[in-house]
């Protein structure tokens, strides 16, 4: 297991005011990284109890950190 990566889904979600929900994220849904989301529905956030607006918000701020994460990536391997 990656812990830095863990730790980008726990800091992610503390960012957003949704930490409440690592434990369920990481139990229920088995979410260790911030691509696992990309196969989670609002069905499985409904199941664990987050509201449709904590929902677009976790998802937009995935949508950006994965943004964020691809460009810093690209800019290594460009810098090298």
Do not use: C, N, W
């Amino acid at each position: 297991m990656d812990i830095a990566e863990e730790e980008k889904v726990q800091d992610l979600l503390k960012d957003i005011q949704l930490d409440q929900f690592y434990r369920q994220i990481h139990g229920k849904l088995h979410i260790t990284r911030l691509s696992h989301f990309d196969h989670v529905t609002e069905e499985d956030l409904d199941d664990l109890g987050m509201a449709k607006p904590e929902q677009r918000r976790l998802f937009d701020a995935v949508k950006k950190a994965k943004k964020k994460s691809l460009f810093s990536s690209f800019r290594r391997k460009v810098s090298f």
